[in-house]
């Protein structure tokens, strides 16, 4: 069974404006990890965000926030006033000592920011 | 700062030929992990590791070995390159993987083709 599941392929913001990506996931686990990583064109991977299991807050990195909804297991990443920069592939991805702690990915979103 | 280099950076490959992706890490990390990456399906675990002498297999493990003699290095070996194994392989590592809020980081990715 998908342990992470993004259902967005790709998507198109205006410059300045908000985009959020969806990120779904399935543990049965009560303590887990969430992350966002992003994959621009030249192929690195790099890290945005973390969400812990227990955290009352939404995480936020910069113009980065993670709009996390446990009943729903959801793990929505926002990024706030998009700029050209921001064109990549994002990952969702988590961490679950019931899969020892691998960390196990969803297939991806590509955003393309437009001018 | 070297972080997480892996070597080499492209390759290609004839069918049925041996070789060995390097991955060395400098920050001490416990845990190390082999992925591919293909089109649409995200980063998929091929080996794992959670500390030197200690291996394990990920999601798509067949047709590559592993070993793990120092805590510093991670190779992954291609037994007999098949065309399946053409892709894009990232190494990463992180601190133990006992806590689901331990980012990893990653290599900048070997681009491999199998002909």
């Known amino acids: 069974a998908q342990k992470i599941t993004q259902t967005q392929p790709g998507m198109f913001v205006q410059e300045k404006e908000a985009v959020t990506l969806d990120c779904t996931y399935d543990?049965?686990?009560?303590?887990?990890?969430l992350f966002w990583y992003k994959q621009p064109s030249s192929g690195e991977m790099i890290f945005l965000i973390y969400?812990?299991?227990?955290?009352?807050q939404n995480a936020t990195e910069g113009r980065y926030s993670l709009n996390f909804q446990k009943a729903r297991k959801s793990a929505n990443l926002v990024i706030s006033a998009s700029q050209l920069g921001d064109s990549a592939m994002y990952f969702c991805?988590?961490?679950?000592?019931?899969?020892?702690?691998?960390?196990?990915f969803g297939a991806g979103t590509t955003v393309t920011v437009r001018a | 700062n070297a972080g997480v280099t892996q070597t080499p950076k492209f390759q290609v490959l004839k069918t049925g030929q041996s070789m060995t992706l390097q991955c060395a890490q400098d920050?001490?990390?416990?845990?190390m992990s082999w992925y591919r990456q293909d089109p649409g399906m995200g980063l998929r675990l091929i080996h794992y590791?959670?500390?030197?002498?200690?291996?394990d297999q990920g999601e798509v493990p067949n047709g590559y070995n592993v070993s793990r003699s120092t805590t510093e290095d991670f190779p992954l070996r291609l037994l007999s390159a098949a065309p399946s194994q053409t892709s894009v392989y990232f190494c990463a590592s992180s601190n133990s993987g006992q806590g689901g809020n331990t980012e990893a980081f990653f290599g900048q990715g070997t681009r491999l083709t199998v002909v």
């Open positions: 920050m001490n990390h416990e845990y």
């Open positions: 543990t049965s686990d009560q303590s887990y990890g």
């Open positions: 590791s959670v500390g030197a002498g200690i291996t």
């Open positions: 969400q812990g299991s227990y955290d009352e």
């Open positions: 991805a988590m961490r679950e000592p019931s899969n020892d702690y691998k960390l196990s």
